[in-house]
């Protein structure tokens, strides 16, 4: 899966789910501060994930994930792992 | 900006001595130990007798002369409330009474077999309360800290007979919200604190007592994000062997999704919420058990 290709898919859930401005989608933001995703959203990233990627997702893989460039990083990492 | 850090203050062999006293002496002999022990407190923790200090001076008005004397009977009455906890978990000899306003909510929620949210804060003492909740058919849950919870479950695991409640602990790898959405699902209640400001979590700003102070928002939208139906719950001991347990109306808030609507709910839900513990903080002054610094300035 192209790196593009699973940017687009993470930004359309955000886009959809959060309501969130696309302008506001870059590498650097912060998912809590600049984003307003909680703790409480990420169970419905991870059901995204696990659905749209096929792989599983463990909690504690998550807690370093800051902001919107360490999620696209982590998802391509494990992509890339499964293949 | 001071916050809550986790830990709540006690130690091992306190705990033991009292244990002990309960047990041989009962709960009289107990109280009376415990007028000496709060009054080392007293003298003893400067931070937390200057923010309860000024609590009574500054958000409830009373006279420095006053303040004085609430700041102890505020440590004695905390006091006392471990103890009730220990004598009536430890199956130790007792004869508490109790009323409950608002138990008839609390049967609703579990008939309409949605699961709930019950949201307290530290006025009273709810782990109490744990005790009233044993009526309600359904299994009850307390989320809390991890560390607290460790603390808590290796000093008095032993002693208490009957497990009344499950603790749900925090966890850094967000487990505890796959397990308190599974609870919901079984039409299980979740009890959670919502009046300790965390560093690193959203808070909200609200007028509480003439005064700015931030509230944490994820507890309120936990009953969002499950759309459970959320009531505000106190346990108050009104007299040395006699607890009154409050629940307000639940309501469920109807989130659709969204962070404009996600954060215009949680205005109104945490208004609700803070204008509820604005009125028994001022019914119940002694009662107010958040020792640090809880006001913005």
């Given at each position: 899966m192209e790196k593009q290709e699973i940017i687009k898919t993470i930004n359309t859930f955000l886009i959809e789910e959060f309501e969130l401005d696309e302008s506001k989608l870059t590498p650097e933001a912060n998912l809590r501060d600049d984003l307003e995703i909680e703790s409480l959203d990420f169970v419905d990233i991870v059901v995204v994930i696990e659905k749209e990627f096929g792989f599983k997702v463990k909690g504690e893989e998550m807690v370093n994930v800051r902001n919107l460039g360490d999620l696209y990083n982590y998802i391509i990492e494990k992509v890339n792992q499964k293949e | 900006m001071p916050s809550w850090k986790g830990k709540t203050r006690g130690g091992l062999l306190g705990y033991r001595i009292f244990v002990a006293t309960l047990k041989f002496f009962g709960l009289s002999v107990a109280y009376f130990i415990l007028g000496f022990v709060a009054f080392y407190f007293y003298l003893f923790t400067p931070q937390s007798f200057k923010h309860t200090f000024q609590f009574y001076r500054k958000r409830l008005g009373f006279s420095s002369f006053s303040a004085f004397f609430k700041v102890y009977n505020n440590y004695?009455?905390?006091g006392q409330i471990l103890l009730d906890k220990i004598s009536l978990m430890s199956g130790f000899k007792n004869n508490f009474t109790f009323n409950f306003d608002g138990e008839n909510y609390l049967h609703e929620i579990v008939t309409n077999n949605s699961g709930?949210?019950?949201i307290g804060a530290h006025v009273g003492n709810w782990e109490i309360a744990g005790f009233l909740l044993k009526r309600i058919n359904t299994k009850i849950n307390i989320v809390m800290y991890d560390e607290e919870h460790q603390k808590i479950k290796q000093l008095?695991?032993?002693i208490y007979k009957e497990s009344i409640v499950n603790i749900i602990?925090?966890?850094n790898d967000m487990s505890h919200i796959y397990t308190i959405s599974n609870a919901f699902k079984n039409n299980e209640i979740i009890c959670i604190?919502?009046?300790?400001f965390t560093e690193g979590s959203k808070n909200i700003e609200f007028d509480f007592l003439g005064e700015k102070a931030l509230f944490p928002a994820g507890p309120f939208y936990l009953a969002l994000k499950f759309n459970v139906p959320v009531t505000y719950v106190y346990a108050i001991k009104e007299t040395n062997r006699h607890y009154h347990f409050y629940a307000t109306k639940p309501k469920v808030y109807n989130f659709k999704g969204g962070l404009k609507n996600?954060?215009?709910l949680l205005n109104e839900m945490m208004q609700d919420y803070v204008n509820e513990l604005e009125t028994?903080?001022?019914?119940?002054?002694e009662h107010w058990f958040n020792f640090y610094d809880f006001w913005k300035n």
């Open positions: - | 004695y009455k905390f709930g949210l019950l008095l695991e032993s602990p925090i966890k604190h919502g009046d300790r996600r954060n215009l028994k903080v001022k019914k119940y002054p």
